[in-house]
């Protein structure tokens, strides 16, 4: 089946600075989601990408979609505490039925040192 | 509500016990899923409706699990003799139509314990 592999698996920043993560995929995706879940909760979308090369921005995050359609990233520019969480990379498959179910990464655990 | 709802949030059974899992998704969405997340992992897809009907079942792991939604609004997940590897966090999300650009809402989560 489909896999994405997600890196960093853990990040230790200081409070202020910018943190950077990406997700890869073997296989090509229409959809890049990019997810936040703090413990106890079920995963928030922070950011959707729709095509090729498309840049979105959501406040201090900033996401793209790969041009070969199997990577993307996500930054998160001047980080604060309340960043803390794990960070999920998601998307849609192009096989037949992978229009709505999505496939997960690994996720980022981000800690945030104030 | 103004969110999935997940009940209950926590729940410690003994192997080869039987429990049922319960959301309620946003009013007026059409589509509802369940995920598993292990520990460690991202969620993994199971099931998802659209209406009462499932319309895919592929990632339910055996026969032990089985899900319905009747009135096409709140689902049960229901796993029969329970075993300790199912032990993880049932996710359930629901979004408005299915198709690919909609959006999943997640609630907050089962945890389910199988001692």
């Known amino acids: 089946g489909q896999q994405l592999n997600q890196s960093p698996q853990s990040m230790f920043i200081q409070e202020g600075e910018d943190v950077s993560m990406n997700c890869t995929s073997s296989s090509i995706f229409n959809t890049w989601l990019w997810y936040k879940q703090d413990p106890g909760e079920g995963p928030v979308l922070l950011i959707a990408?729709?095509?090729?090369?498309e840049l979105t921005s959501n406040g201090r995050l900033t996401a793209q979609f790969g041009i070969t359609r199997k990577d993307s990233f996500l930054n998160i520019s001047a980080s604060i505490p309340s960043d803390v969480g794990i960070y999920f990379c998601a998307g849609h498959g192009r096989s037949g039925g992978s229009n709505y179910k999505l496939t997960f990464g690994k996720g980022t655990l981000l800690t945030v040192n104030p | 509500g103004a969110g999935v709802s997940q009940t209950p949030s926590n729940k410690v059974t003994e192997k080869g016990k039987y429990v049922e899992l319960r959301c309620d998704p946003i009013?007026?969405?059409?589509?509802l899923y369940w995920y598993r997340q292990s520990l460690g992992q991202g969620p993994e897809f199971l099931i998802y409706?659209?209406?009462?009907?499932?319309?895919?079942d592929s990632g339910l792991p055996n026969d032990r699990f089985f899900a319905v939604r009747p009135e096409g609004s709140v689902s049960t997940l229901k796993i029969q003799r329970t075993e300790r590897g199912d032990s993880a966090v049932y996710l359930c999300a629901s979004s408005w139509s299915g198709r690919a650009g909609d959006t999943q809402y997640f609630g907050p989560g089962t945890r389910l314990t199988v001692l």
């Open positions: 409706f659209q209406g009462t009907g499932a319309a895919d």
């Open positions: 990408l729709y095509k090729a090369g």
């Open positions: 009013s007026g969405h059409t589509a």
